[in-house]
Nanobody
Framework: VQLQASGGGLVQTGGSLRLSCAAT????????MGWYRQGSGNQRELVAV???????EYADSVKGRFSIVRDGAKNTVYLQMNNLKPVDSAVYYC??????????WGQGTLVTVSS
């Protein structure tokens, strides 16, 4: 199973980006899919996650600005990021949790927000 993330880039403060993550090689639907990020010198932190049921959870710092959606049939998850701030700059990692409690990670995509 592989998770392929894309959509990162350089954007100015207040701009928007949309991250995509597609899973390939799986015969199952992930129990949850989400995004984590790791800034320079920081630990990896949860950004947003969406369960198979559609329930979502967001980090307080991104509530109202980021939105996570999922295409369950395609095992694909998207993160719409609006009103970006320099503190959002980080490597963003896609994550998927299988029904068998296995954790899968994508390769990471870099988001840089300039001031």
């Amino acid at each position: 199973v592989q998770l392929q993330a894309s959509g990162g880039g350089l954007v100015q403060t207040g701009g928007s980006l949309r991250l995509s993550c597609a899973a390939t090689g799986s015969s199952f639907s992930f129990d949850s899919m989400g995004w984590y990020r790791q800034g320079s010198g920081n630990q990896r932190e949860l950004v947003a996650v969406i369960a198979k049921s559609g329930t979502t959870e967001y980090a307080d710092s991104v509530k109202g600005r980021f939105s996570i959606v999922r295409d369950g049939a395609k095992n694909t998850v998207y993160l719409q990021m609006n009103n970006l701030k320099p503190v959002d700059s980080a490597v963003y990692y896609c994550n998927g949790k299988s029904p068998f409690r296995a954790n899968y990670w994508g390769q990471g995509t870099l988001v840089t927000v300039s001031s």
